[in-house]
Nanobody
Framework: VQLQAYGGGSVQAGGSLRLSCKAS????????LGWYRQAPGEQRDLVAQ???????NYADSVNGRFAISRDNVRRSLYLQLSDLKPEDTAVYYC?????????WGQGTQVTVAS
């Protein structure tokens, strides 16, 4: 299983970014996939999750500002980040639980300047 996340960068507060995650080694369409983030010195927390049927779940802190989506044909997961705040600064990871084990992408840095 391989997950490759990309699309991070540095933006001003109020700006937007779109993260992408390309998956291989799994039957992509049947799995729940998620985005997590980890700020320096903090634990890794769930940001957003999407089931195979399209049901979504968001952390309260990002609800209404971030949007998760997936393209099963392209085997890709996306996270649209809007109205970014300095507290959104973190490394963002895509993840899938496959056969009882969590797999993670390499992470992509998002930095939001005030």
């Amino acid at each position: 299983v391989q997950l490759q996340a990309y699309g991070g960068g540095s933006v001003q507060a109020g700006g937007s970014l779109r993260l992408s995650c390309k998956a291989s080694g799994i039957n992509f369409s049947i799995h729940t996939l998620g985005w997590y983030r980890q700020a320096p010195g903090e634990q890794r927390d769930l940001v957003a999750q999407m089931t195979s049927s399209g049901i979504t779940n968001y952390a309260d802190s990002v609800n209404g500002r971030f949007a998760i989506s997936r393209d099963n044909v392209r085997r890709s997961l996306y996270l649209q980040l809007s109205d970014l705040k300095p507290e959104d600064t973190a490394v963002y990871y895509c993840s899938v639980n496959y056969k009882g084990r969590d797999y993670w992408g390499q992470g992509t840095q998002v930095t939001v300047a005030s």
